[in-house]
Structures are given as structure tokens and as C-alpha cells.
């Protein structure tokens, strides 16, 4: 067998191995009153890691009773319980392939897929069914309980002590549905004759129809007064039947014999009907041979002592055949072809009604998502609230954000309140999401202030440039810098063509005269021009 409690039993063996380690005791294996209480308690603890794990991805464990005074603390995360149980998963794949294979259907080709059990909820477990069937599986019904109450009705109506009433759920169609034969050709149209009304969905019906020629079946749906064409049934291949049983030409003319077509209809449960079957049925006389007893009588004379004679008269019976007049029937299977007409359109007072009715199944569908979504917002955040959050960080009073009072009191109110969601109100169906979530509300009102504390303390805010003023700064920078390197660029450009124009400079002076030498004006350093002040000097000592 293959259930939630398997996957118990490979989580508590997980356990075994880790407390083993630490220097407990084995307990799987135990045969004392003890150690069989320390397996009830590891097997419970295993069950609730799983539960918890469905929903989150770790969670703290306490196996009470290990050993005696001694309590077994860790934690189990979904990771380790995926990988250690794998094996289970891909068993869950393969049987489910198993039977869709041993059922002649392949899998693309269901339209619904249940998943059942409580350990349906397990994630790898539907991750892996919807990797197999290309689609999630679907989880329309009260997994936990289904199996449970269905079990305990079958259980009770076949105990003989417990009287249990039966019960069936009939699903009609209100729509009156009737037909008529025609030709093949849509000519001769019989009368208009009933086939279902108010029936059950499943319902069958037959149609028997005395012709040796094709026909046509077309069947009507009444709706609102309404009468209107629904489908068409072609039954083909009559004359070829009645030739192959003989109907044609009986070997014996017989007033009882009779060629007749059955078609059964059927009422599908999408309210469709279709053609179960059609066969062509051939009842005809024959001569049969039979054994008939037949009486004989036997005189026997025996003579009497003063000559007179007595006659004693026996019968003795014999076996004699006879030929007799019996009647059989020989059938046939007929083609017949179904095709639907356009359905029915909707008048505006049923658009209206449809679609009135489909906002309030919306409306409903979507409150019962937003329930259960408060209602994991709430266990979520109890969790974290826990062993993650401001209960689970140790740097939390490390820094005096919480004192050991306040700490014991939002403890208690995290466990009042995961009290109230296992065990309390929280279970029940007719908890609201309103509910939920003032719970969650009251919960963070009081742990969110010691949690954002926390988190001044340890990463003190910082001046942040918003993203858009970061891109500006950081274009302007770059603007800026392309422009400079363009300034430097050109400026070295001035400074080479300055070098290369220096030594033109001087052949010229070699070669003008003073006064032209005057004429060149150049943008030096003040080395040059102090030079140039001294050879203005020396030229003017020379011509005086």
C-alpha cells in the first residue's frame, strides 16, 4: 500500500537516524511498552512535520519521550524530506501510469483528475503529477474527508446489524425530446412521437422500426414551447442485412415471421442523445425435428382350463420423430451515424439568468480562494513569527529591541492564536476571511514595531539617490568627462604644433631684421618672453 502514512514512516526513519547520532536510543525496532510509546510519539511527530511542511519549508520538531526524561529537539526542512523520500514520489507516479494504462486510456485523453487523501496537498507529490499529465490535477472535493464518510456509508450498508436507507442522486432533463423516420432523402416524414420526458440522465430507449430500406432518424428537443431539430441518426446497410438473414427470401413462408430494425438511444449525461446501438433482428420459421413418445397396445391370450379365452390388453410406449414448427431469430449490426445540429440558442431572459448565475458561482469561487489564502497569510506569518521572525532571532534581544516580558507575551498571543487556527474556530468551514485576517492584523500590530526596530538597529538608514537622479548624475558625469578629455586633446594638439614651429621660428629671426623679428608674436612661458626682453636689449646696445 501507498499512502500519507508511508511517507510518515520515511520521515520518522529520517528522524531515527539523526537522534541516533546524538546518542539516543533506537526506537523503530522496540518491542517494550516504553519503546512502543516512543514510536507512537515519533510517528506522530512525523505526521505533523508533514503536514507543516506541505505549507512551509521547514518547521522545529520536538519528539517527545525518545527516551526516558528525554526529549528529541530538531528541525526538518522540505528539501531533506523530498530527497529522502524520492523514492515514494516517483512510486506515486508509476502506479497512477500503471492504472491509466491497464484502463486502455492514455492520459491526455482524461478530462479530470482527483487527487484524493491528505497527502495530496504534498507540493513535490503535485508537481510531479502535473509534469506527467501536462496539467495540474484537479482538487474539487474535501480530500480528508470523501474517502472517510464514502468508506463508512459502504461499511454501514453492508454490516448486517445497522440499518442504513439508500439513497440515489437523479439528475433529469427537464427538456421533452421526440423524433420521426423519414427516407434516406428527407422525404415521407412519419409522425412525431415521444422518446424521453423528464428523464434521468442514462436513460435508453428503444426504437423499433419495420423497414427493409435506409432511413433517417431526426430527433427534436422541446424547450420553452419551442420544438427544435437537435440531430440527425442515418441508419445504413438494412437491405444488404435483411438479404444476409434471409428476411428476402424465407425458406418458409411463414405469417409469423418478421423483419424489424432496433435502435437503442441514450441519454448521455452531457444531455446529448446518441445511438448506443443499432442491429437489424430477423425472426423466421423452421422446421424442427423432435422425439415424440407414442402409445402402443399388446393383447395376450391365455386359455383357461374349461376352454374360454380371456384377453388382457397392456400398453408399452415408443420413441418416435416428428417434424414441428418452431420460430428463431438471427441479428445483425447496422451502421448508423449521428450528427448534431446547431444547439439550441438562448433567449435574452436565459443569457441573463446564465449569466447572473455564472457572476454568483465567480463570487463564491473567488471568497472561498480569499479565505484560504487569509487563512495560510495567518499560519505563514505565525510561523515566521516563530523561528524566523522577532520570537526566532536571537539578535532581537541581543539588541534590547524586546524585553524577556513583552517577548513572553507576544509569544503566548502567537501560540493563542495557532491554537485558535488547529483547534479552534479557525477550523471550522464557516470561518470568514474577515476572520483571518483580523487575526493576522492583530498579530502584526503587535510583533511588526519590535521587527522594524530590528532592523534600524542593525541596517541604519542610508541617503539613497532615487534610480532616476542616479542615471541623471551619472549622464552628467559622463558629459562632463567627454568633455574635458575634448579640452585636453585639443590642447595637446596646440602644444605639438607649437613644438614642430619652434626651430622655423629661429632660422626666421637668423635670417630678418630686426625689424621683422618684431613682427612674429608668439604666446610663451615667461622664460621665453624674459629672453626676448634681453635680445631687444643687445639689439639696441648694437646700433647704438
Known amino acids: ?65 525518545v527516551a526516558p526524561d528525554r526529549d528529541f529537539h530538531t528541525t526538518v526542512t522540505r528539501q531533506a524530506f523530498e530527497a529522502r523520500c ?16 491497464s484502463s486502455g486510456v492514455d492520459a491526455k485523453d482524461l478530462m479530470n483528475v482527483e487527487m484524493m487523501g491528505g497527502a495530496g496537498r504534498m507540493p513535490r507529490m503535485l508537481t510531479d503529477m502535473a509534469e506527467y499529465l501536462g496539467r495540474a490535477p484537479d482538487r474539487t472535493m474535501n480530500s480528508d474527508e470523501a474517502n472517510v464518510f464514502g468508506g463508512i456509508y459502504k461499511a454501514a450498508q453492508l454490516s448486517a446489524h445497522v440499518r442504513v436507507k439508500s439513497f440515489a442522486i437523479n439528475d433529469y432533463v427537464a427538456d421533452k425530446v421526440t423524433f420521426d423516420i423519414s427516407k434516406p432523402d428527407g422525404t415521407g416524414f412519419g409522425a412525431r412521437r415521444e422518446l424521453f420526458m423528464k428523464a434521468p440522465f442514462g436513460a435508453k430507449r428503444s426504437i423499433t422500426v419495420n423497414r427493409t430500406d435506409d432511413f433517417l432518424i431526426r430527433v427534436f428537443v422541446e424547450a420553452g414551447g419551442v420544438e427544435k431539430l437537435f440531430s440527425t441518426v442515418n441508419i445504413s446497410g438494412v437491405q444488404a442485412a435483411a438479404t444476409l438473414l434471409g428476411a428476402v427470401e424465407p425458406l418458409i413462408a411463414h405469417p409469423n415471421n418478421s423483419f424489424a430494425i432496433r435502435v437503442e438511444a441514450k441519454l448521455t449525461h452531457a444531455g446529448v442523445v446518441v445511438v448506443d446501438e443499432a442491429e437489424a433482428r430477423f425472426r423466421f420459421a423452421y422446421n424442427k425435428t423432435k422425439k415424440v413418445k407414442v402409445q402402443a397396445n399388446e393383447t395376450i391370450a391365455n386359455a383357461s382350463s374349461d376352454n374360454k ?40 431572459e436565459e443569457i441573463v439568468a446564465a449569466k447572473a448565475t455564472m457572476l ?36 532581537v534581544k541581543e539588541l534590547g529591541v524586546i524585553t524577556a516580558e513583552e517577548e513572553e507575551s507576544l509569544r503566548a498571543l502567537a501560540m493563542a492564536s495557532q491554537e485558535w487556527l488547529e483547534d479552534g474556530e479557525g477550523q471550522s468551514e464557516e470561518c470568514t476571511m474577515e476572520q483571518f485576517k483580523a487575526k493576522t492584523a492583530e498579530l502584526k500590530k503587535v510583533a511588526n514595531p519590535f521587527w522594524v526596530a530590528y532592523q534600524e538597529l542593525k541596517n541604519p538608514k542610508v541617503e539613497e539617490v532615487a534610480p532616476e537622479a542616479e542615471v541623471a548624475n551619472e549622464t552628467e558625469d559622463a558629459t562632463k568627462t567627454s568633455k574635458k578629455a575634448k579640452k585636453d586633446t585639443k590642447k595637446e594638439t596646440k602644444k605639438e604644433a607649437k613644438k614642430e614651429a619652434e626651430p622655423k621660428k629661429e632660422t626666421k629671426k637668423a635670417k630678418a631684421t630686426p625689424k621683422s623679428s618684431k613682427s612674429f608674436k608668439t604666446k610663451g612661458t615667461k622664460d621665453d618672453k624674459k629672453a626676448k626682453s634681453k635680445s631687444k636689449s643687445q639689439d639696441a646696445d648694437e646700433e647704438l
Open 360 to 395: 454568483a458561482i465567480d463570487k463564491l469561487e473567488a471568497l472561498k480562494r480569499a479565505t484560504a489564502t487569509a487563512k495560510n497569510d495567518l499560519e505563514s506569518y505565525i510561523q515566521w513569527l516563530k523561528y524566523d521572525g522577532v520570537l526566532g532571532t536571537d539578535e
Open 1 to 65: 500500500p501507498l499512502g500519507g502514512r508511508m511517507f510518515d514512516s520515511c520521515i520518522a526513519e529520517m528522524l531515527q537516524e539523526e537522534f541516533i547520532a546524538q546518542g539516543f536510543p533506537e526506537v523503530l525496532s522496540g518491542k517494550t511498552l516504553q519503546q512502543r510509546k516512543a514510536v507512537f510519539s515519533l510517528m506522530r511527530a512525523a505526521n505533523k512535520a508533514r503536514e507543516i511542511l506541505s505549507a512551509n519549508q521547514h518547521t522545529p520538531l520536538t519528539v517527545e519521550g
Open 309 to 348: 379365452t380371456e384377453a388382457n390388453q397392456t400398453e408399452a410406449a415408443t420413441m418416435m420423430n416428428t417434424t414441428v414448427m418452431a420460430m428463431k431469430r438471427k441479428v445483425t449490426p447496422l451502421v448508423a451515424e449521428t450528427s448534431i445540429s446547431a444547439p439550441l440558442p438562448m433567449d435574452s
Open 86 to 101: 524520492d523514492g515514494l514520489f516517483k512510486k506515486v507516479v508509476s502506479l497512477v501510469d500503471k492504472a491509466i494504462k
